[in-house]
């Protein structure tokens, strides 16, 4: 595959910007400058085309450009944007299919990317319960703000240690956020005895897809959802990724396990820049857009058209065509005909996945936390990813990363994906 034109542009990317890219782990191995999508595809500087499975890390539920929604915006942006006062029609139409899908939320409120949404899902939970205290988990990615940016993809001698992400973070956010064991309810038990009447809130990515499909075990969600209830804290689901892809009314309608907060991004807009907090509304009404609420909730660009337009687009389409059936049968047709070849070709690693998602693990058992992950061959995984972009397939090549189906992609894209997925083994193995 030709690379020549996406060289010479990260040669210059690189001059204006540090790295060349714009959010951290962007900057990987091959340096392919993007300039054009559609549906399942994108198409690099050099005219190559990839059947996405990346979806910009999940967002593109529908596929690229989706043709349904960009409608919708262009036609809300001919009459419409922002106003930075009072409320829009398409703000309370939003917010109202959101309050009828999602099960806790009682209220909603827009912000646009899914740290703003962590953040103010924290700090209202401090407010609540007067306490200062987070657990989070070991793997979880929350965003990039200090008080969530700590113990993500550890190195196996940090696991579960002081691990903060980034330089620069405050003390006291890194020494406040307590890290515990993913499906590891003692864990979260003794966490809870150890921090009596300090732990403000857990927050959990029901499904940690920030290191690939490691699901919740029986009990897990509903065990976190007990011991909040005994030591009077909030229970956070962080849903930028769960949510919308996985049910409309995100992976706590799937589990039956409700929430107090949720946190909901990425699959919610199709791609636009749109994110969202939601919960009880004796919670959601202690935020200072309600009269006397003293949660301090802002954003010049909450609200924006494009995300509460596309917003309303995407679950439109949601509601009325069989989106989550069709990513379901080919999530379903892609896990099996990965485990039909490693199963012919003899290989033992564990295909991970739910619904839309999935990933291959090359480690011979189904991982239950981040530790266990440590298994996984993380050269095998990188360098098996390499080789479907170089044929065309586009996975994030990076360790224990996930993979995305939309509605845009079809049974076609998947077979050609696993007649790739054998040869690249057959050269590896
Ligand atoms: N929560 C989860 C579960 C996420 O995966 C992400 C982003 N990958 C975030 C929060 C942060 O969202 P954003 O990048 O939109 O700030």
């Not at 769960?242 to 699959?267: C, E, I």
């Not at 999530?331 to 690693?349: F, P, S, Y």
């Not at 050269?379 to 090549?397: A, H, N, Q, T």
């Amino acid at each position: 595959m030709l690379n020549t034109k996406s060289k010479e542009l990260y040669e210059e990317a690189i001059k204006y910007t540090p790295g060349g890219v714009h959010t951290s782990i962007r900057n990987v191995d091959p340096h392919l400058i993007f300039t054009k999508s559609e549906g399942a595809y994108i198409y690099d500087a050099d005219g190559n085309k990839y059947v996405d499975y990346q979806s910009a890390f999940g967002p593109y539920i529908l596929g690229h450009n989706y043709k349904g929604v960009n409608e919708r915006v262009i036609e809300a942006l001919s009459t419409t944007d922002l106003y930075g006062v009072g409320t829009t029609d398409l703000e309370i139409e939003c917010a109202n299919k959101i309050t009828k899908h999602v099960p806790s939320a009682e209220q909603v409120l827009f912000c646009n990317s899914g740290s703003e949404a962590t953040y103010h899902a924290i700090r209202l939970s401090r407010a609540i319960t007067n306490r200062t205290k987070l657990i989070k988990f070991q793997g979880c990615y929350h965003g990039w703000h200090d008080y969530v940016a700590r113990n993500m993809l550890s190195a196996p001698d940090m696991i579960g240690k002081r691990d903060p992400g980034s330089a620069g973070m405050m003390d006291e956010a890194i020494d406040n956020t307590l890290i515990c064991t993913f499906n590891d309810l003692d864990d979260v038990a003794a966490t809870f005895h150890k921090n009596k009447n300090e732990v403000a809130a857990i927050i959990v990515e029901p499904i940690p897809h920030n290191i690939g499909c490691v699901m919740p075990e029986e009990g897990f969600l509903q065990g976190l959802r007990e011991l909040c209830d005994e030591h009077n804290a909030v229970l956070i689901f962080d849903e930028v990724i769960t949510g919308f892809r996985h049910d409309l009314g995100g992976f706590q309608k799937v589990a039956g396990v409700t929430p107090d907060l949720t946190t909901m991004g990425k699959a919610m807009a199709n791609g636009y820049p749109m994110a969202a907090v939601a919960g009880k509304k004796e919670y959601m009404e202690r935020y200072n857009t309600n009269p006397g609420g003293d949660v301090w909730f802002a954003g010049t660009y909450n609200g924006h058209a494009v995300g509460t337009s596309a917003t309303i687009a995407t679950m439109e389409i949601m509601e009325t065509e069989p989106v989550h059936k069709h990513i379901f049968e080919l999530g379903d047709r892609m896990r099996n005909g990965i485990r039909e070849i490693h199963e012919r070709l003899g290989i033992k690693a564990y295909v991970a996945g739910f619904g839309s998602v999935w990933t291959t693990y090359f480690m011979d058992f189904e991982p239950k936390n981040y530790t266990d992950l440590m298994k996984n061959d993380a050269e095998m995984y990188v360098s098996y990813r390499k080789k479907l972009i170089e044929r065309g397939f586009f996975k994030m090549p990076m360790n224990i990363k996930r993979n995305h189906i939309s509605y845009s992609h079809t049974k076609e894209d998947i077979d050609n994906t696993l007649q790739a997925i054998e040869d690249v083994l057959k050269e590896l193995i």
